[in-house]
């Protein structure tokens, strides 16, 4: 019985550092995404800041209108399109960065779903590991916590059959009656 009480002790404390664990990716990956949304904004600025400085140069009101003066003058406008979704892949980019960044780090796992798009996260090298900041150690807690809520949601629910003991059924319902007979009358005035 000892043994087996030390191996469920074990098997608590690792899965509680198994979900410390778990959690703590949750900044890791955030920040790698975070990464690569810069790294693809990078990609596209040189073609963004080319068309607005052509924008700017030829007096258009602003890009979207010089892409489309530029569409109805070229010989082929697939590649106007290809220029068209760059910009606003560009513009897209800046936006989702500087929504990661006005957050704070408790929400930024919901801001991370507003901004997802998969073809950056396709382009992350993801590699587990530890983040041993304020943050890391947050979210470590945070597993544990929920750990532990889970277990003891578990046993709440798998222990309280358990522990349910069944009605006698020595005694009948007549036993029942004759021992409330015996009780002392509380309704009459003194």
Do not use: C
């Amino acid at each position: 019985m000892k043994l087996l009480r030390a191996i469920i002790r074990l098997l608590d404390r690792g899965l509680a550092v198994a979900f410390a664990l778990i959690f703590v990716q949750i900044p890791v990956s955030m920040d790698l995404y975070e990464q690569v949304l810069v790294e693809a904004k990078d990609r596209v600025k040189p073609i963004y800041e080319d068309v607005e400085f052509r924008a700017l140069n030829e007096n258009f009101a602003d890009k979207d209108e010089y892409l489309d003066e530029l569409a109805r003058e070229a010989a082929n406008p697939d590649s106007v399109q290809l220029v068209r979704n760059a910009v606003h892949r560009y513009e897209e980019y800046v936006d989702a960065i500087a929504t990661l960044e006005s957050h704070e780090f408790w929400e930024r796992p919901w801001y991370i779903f507003k901004v997802y798009r998969s073809t950056i996260w396709q382009s992350v090298d993801y590699t587990p590991g530890i983040v041993w900041t304020w943050e890391g150690l947050a979210y470590a807690g945070l597993g544990i916590l929920v750990y532990s809520l889970l277990l003891l949601l578990m046993w709440r629910i798998v222990g309280g059959k358990a522990r349910k003991q069944p009605v006698p059924t020595s005694q009948s319902s007549e036993t029942y009656t004759s021992q409330a007979d015996n009780l002392p009358d509380t309704t009459a005035n003194p």
